[in-house]
């Protein structure tokens, strides 16, 4: 089937401690998407990238960083640098162009212990 | 003025009522735009998309876009308890960048 997938659901990570998410689409998608969102809050935008090895920052992406090493894979890894990491962290594809949507993958859900 | 704004706080109609809401976007090159339902716990799912002004229909669902006003809505007829769930809002430019708004919950009384 096809889809994408995010890895692990849950993940708790200590204070100072770098972590990436996994995510993973078999759907031949060009574009992908990381997105955090906090309780009651909307999707705020991470980082993007339209094709493999070039990506965008988006509107919060101090603390983050991304690969695009291949079409399939997007991994996104929380550094230290980032002060408030717990979260729900989405990721998304859809095909490169304006007329087309995006399809998640099930979330990660970052708590910082 | 934030690139998507869903200003309207939570939402409460009653079952079988028309259920509103609204969205306001900063960018006149923007192309697309995006409904999705959200439950709690989950990830978004897309309801609706439009790309020209207007409406469109999808059963109990329509879209509205008005790119002057730079504003789209979406409508919930015949709202049903499934339907109580926040609402994002998300708009997509020429760049392929897609933003979303801070979303509506709707809550559907029986």
């Known amino acids: 089937d096809g889809g994408i997938t995010q890895s692990p659901k849950y993940l708790f990570r200590k204070e100072g401690q770098n972590v990436t998410l996994s995510c993973e689409q078999n759907l031949n998608h060009d574009a992908m998407y990381w997105y955090r969102q906090d309780p009651g809050q909307g999707l705020r935008l991470i980082y993007y990238s339209q094709i493999v090895n070039d990506f965008q920052k988006g509107d919060i992406a101090e603390g983050y960083s991304v690969s695009r090493e291949k079409k399939e894979s997007f991994p996104l890894t929380v550094t230290s640098a ?11 594809s859809s095909i490169r162009g304006p007329a087309t949507e ?12 | 003025q ?13 079952e079988g009522a028309i259920a509103s809401l609204n969205c306001t976007y900063s960018d006149r090159g923007s192309q ?3 409904w999705y339902r959200q439950y709690s716990g989950k990830s978004p799912e ?17 879209a509205q876009l008005n790119k002057a006003s730079q504003y789209v809505s979406l409508l919930i ?14 708009v ?8 979303f708004g801070k979303g509506n919950q709707v809550v559907v009384i029986p």
Do not use: H
């Open chain 2, 2 to 14: 934030k690139e998507v704004e869903q200003n309207s706080g939570p939402l409460s109609v009653p």
């Open chain 1, 82 to 92: 980032q002060k408030n990491p717990t979260a729900f962290y989405l990721c998304a």
């Open chain 2, 92 to 99: 997509k430019g020429g760049n392929n960048r897609l933003a």
């Open chain 2, 46 to 62: 897309l309801i609706m998309f439009i790309y020209s002004n207007g409406d469109k229909e999808d059963g109990r669902f329509t």
């Open chain 1, 102 to 113: 995006a399809f998640f993958g099930q979330g990660t859900r970052l708590t910082v212990v």
């Open chain 2, 77 to 90: 007829r015949d709202s049903q308890p499934s339907d109580s769930a926040t609402y994002l809002c998300a």
């Open chain 2, 32 to 34: 697309s735009f995006f």
